[in-house]
């Protein structure tokens, strides 16, 4: 049986090895990616990694999306779980 969501799921995929590397950016140059930007993609990645079937990426970015909303800087450890989930990927 062909899973009728497998091109959405390599598009995804696509998209988060581009936000891996926006995010390794990000620990060394702060300005890489604006707070909007960090803010929005965290928060779709955390929904189309669940929806998906990526439960261990939608949490990390979950965790990093609800730092982001209390008004935290994103701390380095959940920046990198984010970023090593990406590269399970």
């Known amino acids: 049986m062909i899973d009728p969501l497998e ?3 390599l598009r995804f995929r ?3 090895a581009s936000d891996r590397d926006a995010l ?3 620990e060394g140059e702060p300005a890489a990616v604006s707070p909007a930007d960090l803010k929005t993609m ?3 990645m955390s929904g189309a990694a ?3 079937g ?3 990426l939608s949490a990390a ?3 990093l ?3 982001l909303s209390a008004g935290e800087p994103p701390s380095h450890d959940n920046l990198q779980a984010l970023i090593d989930e990406l590269g399970r990927l």
């Open 7 to 9: 091109t959405l799921k």
């Open 14 to 16: 696509a998209r988060c």
């Open 24 to 26: 390794q950016r990000l």
């Open 42 to 44: 965290v928060h779709q």
């Open 50 to 52: 669940g929806a998906f």
């Open 54 to 56: 990526f439960p261990r």
């Open 61 to 63: 970015a979950l965790r």
């Open 65 to 67: 999306d609800d730092q």
